[in-house]
């Protein structure tokens, strides 16, 4: 659970608050939008969630950690319970897709043998089979939002933090990039996304806060309009597969320089699809 308890922002030097009294509640497993003009305090919000910023005043609480006695030393290890995705991506362009998702594991020292077998997991759940060797520049931009989300899953976020995700990408490919946050969601991740897109919120019947002037002018918990099935149904070529298929070729999705220095066992047990299957995606 996300709780804000009264909580306001001032940023130092600033005469007005970014955020003022705001009270909010978000259950686990919940997937909410987060909508408002520009300079209304989304981002703000978002960044209190993350600990990249401290509340003025009044109290937060993420997944039972209390972000105002939250020690120092104690913030890294909280962050990665959030998977963040930004609006422009933030991919390495000098590294393969396999490596940008790879790197979000390395750097929390997690052996290459675990790497080996969850990043193709995440990447095939993100319908990037085919794209692991290719390079960000060589992507769509939706396709390197997905990359993105693939990076922000990896190490199982319990939360996903969306900074306007489709704010880069056609509207076909926004669909697509809110489905997947759909479906990760219906597979009990809580989801906050930001946008400004009021048609996207529309498809999607899903829970509304709208922030006006640093407070919550709505919170709607679902929007009552449009079904978004049909624009799913249309947008998505994207499979509803979950579970790697066991003939895949894992092979495939080593990194073209750990593929180099991987020895012939390792490779051997990593393309096992039995455990791939049995302990991919943990
Ligand atoms: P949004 O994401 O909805 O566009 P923000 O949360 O970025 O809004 O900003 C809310 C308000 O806080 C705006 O008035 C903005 O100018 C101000 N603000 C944001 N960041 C800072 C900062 N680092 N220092 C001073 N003022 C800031």
Redesign the pocket.
Known sequence: MIEFNNVS?K????S?Y??KDINIKIEKGEFVFVV????????????LMMRE?VASSGEIIVEGVNLNTIKDKNIPEFRRTLGIVFQDFRLIPTMTVYDNVAFAMRVIGTKEKKIRRRVPYVLSLMGLNEKARSYPKELSGGEQQRVALARALVNNAEIIIA?EPTGNVDPQMSYEIVDMLMRLNEAGTTVIM?THEHSLVKCFDKRVIT?EK?SVASDVARFTGESATAHINAASEISNEYVVPPDEDYSAYVSRDAAASASETEEAEDKAPEEVLEGGEN
């Open positions: 922002k940023y130092d030097g600033a007005t970014a955020l408002g003009a520009s300079g209304a305090g989304k981002s703000t919000f978002l960044k910023e900074d930001v922030i640093g």
